[in-house]
């Protein structure tokens, strides 16, 4: 095991900062999910609060659904935030074992506190890397990273350890920004030189992943590939609701419209088989 690092998320310092002021609109919005909606149609979205929160939980259905989770498994959510998507599992299916996984002993708590097993559900919060998982092998039916495998320190140990704690047949569905392969330098160049700024607003991230690493990455980690989705258009209404919520602009922000706009940076859920006999 490598020695505890400090946790440096600092937009989870601002929603808890925002928590604690109790900020109602926040709460709602991401109390519960901490990732983009996802509108069947987004000329639909209203950019109500309500409208937002559906959506979000509709975003965590559909990578729960790419990785084929029913009734009756063992399911681990990696970086699950606080929970929502455990939260979802929980309300939706029955005689589950689920597992939520962060390395923000924070969020847990929140977690904890929120959530609690219904009728034959069991639910277990981990403190971990998700690069270094505390599991024996085989011991998961579906693995699943909701947003956050930009902010793992590996994206190949991540996936190892997927397989290994994976059963044989067992699947892993993942949602992340992917760019362009095309315009990867320019990515690359562009989040070296906005290192700081990202650092001081999301904290490490990695967005220079293209779906040919995706297809590379998983065919080398025995993963064989089942669903490959570009929802970017799907989500794009999430952006205006940052903007409404922070009630400032955010060059971030912005900039990160612009790009999915333009489909420079495409959002994707990935789901694989583990191939692993
Ligand atoms: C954008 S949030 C997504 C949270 C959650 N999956 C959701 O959709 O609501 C990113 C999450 O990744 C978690 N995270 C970052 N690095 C991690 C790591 N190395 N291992 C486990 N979790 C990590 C963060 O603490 C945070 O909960």
Redesign the pocket.
């Known amino acids: 095991m490598s020695e505890k690092k400090p946790v440096n ?1 600092p937009y ?1 310092d601002a929603l808890f900062k925002d928590f604690q002021q109790g900020k109602t609109e926040i709460i709602q919005s991401f109390g519960n ?3 983009w909606g996802y509108w069947e149609n987004s000329a639909t979205a209203d950019g109500s609060i309500e409208d937002f929160t559906q959506a979000a939980e509709k975003l ?1 259905q559909k990578v729960c659904d790419s990785a084929k989770v029913t009734d009756n498994i063992r399911v681990l959510d ?5 929970g ?2 455990i939260a979802s599992l929980n309300n939706r299916l029955n005689n589950m074992q689920l597992t939520g ?4 002993s924070r ?1 847990l708590a929140r977690a904890k506190e929120q959530i609690k097993p219904r009728a034959q559900n069991h639910i277990e919060f981990v403190e971990a ?3 270094e998982l505390p599991f024996a092998n085989n011991s998961f039916d579906a693995v699943l990273a ?3 495998i930009f ?3 590996s994206r190949k140990q991540f996936f190892q350890e997927a397989s290994r704690v994976l059963k044989p047949g067992g699947t892993l569905a993942i949602s992340d920004f992917v760019p362009r392969q095309i315009i990867l330098p320019i990515i690359k160049t562009g989040s070296k030189l906005a290192k700081d700024t990202l650092l001081k607003t999301l904290g490490e991230v990695d967005l220079n992943f293209s779906l040919s690493d995706y297809r590379k990455l998983s065919k080398n980690t025995g993963f064989k590939p089942l669903i490959e989705e570009d929802i970017t258009r799907n989500t794009l209404p999430t952006y205006s609701l940052v903007r409404k919520l922070q009630n400032k602009e955010d060059k971030i922000i912005n900039f990160a419209e612009s790009v999915s706009h333009w489909g420079i940076i495409r959002y994707f859920i990935l789901s694989f088989i583990n191939g692993r006999q």
Not at 78 to 82: N, R
Not at 101 to 104: A, F, Q, S, V
Request: proline letters at 4%; one cysteine or more; charged letters at 5%.
């Open positions: 998320l989870f999910h901490v990732h965590s990696c970086g699950c935030g606080f929502g998507t996984l962060n390395i923000d969020q890397n998700a690069c909701v947003e956050c902010h793992f320190p």
